[in-house]
């Protein structure tokens, strides 16, 4: 009697610590997840910002040039996976719409000339 009570605690434990592995590996999973989304939507913001200071330093906006999906300044490449690109000018600023990777980053750009 007493074999089969310790049988039976050795399964329920096996029991319990499947259910918690599988609920640790899936949450663990789902973090990973995350911070895989979160870190590339970072790095590319921070391309995006690099981009924006050193178009905010230029004279000439007009060399800005978006051909398929790569933007060129001067024929040197600035961005890719460019997805849209709209410039409009009001005043002495110009405004700059761009988005990258299918419309998932984006940012409006507002640079004194």
Known sequence: MRQSI???EVVFSLLLFSIVAIVSSK???ALVEKNTTDTFI?????VL???RL???KQDNLESVNLIG???FFNSHLLLKNVSKYNTTQ???????DICIYQDTICQVWKIKI
Not at 42 to 46: A, G, K, R, V, Y
């Open 27 to 29: 949450m663990i999973f």
């Open 6 to 8: 310790v049988l039976l």
């Open 54 to 56: 050193f178009l905010a």
């Open 42 to 46: 970072t790095e590319n913001n921070l």
């Open 69 to 71: 999906e790569e933007l």
């Open 49 to 51: 910002e690099t981009t």
């Open 90 to 96: 009001s005043g002495t600023l110009k405004i700059i």
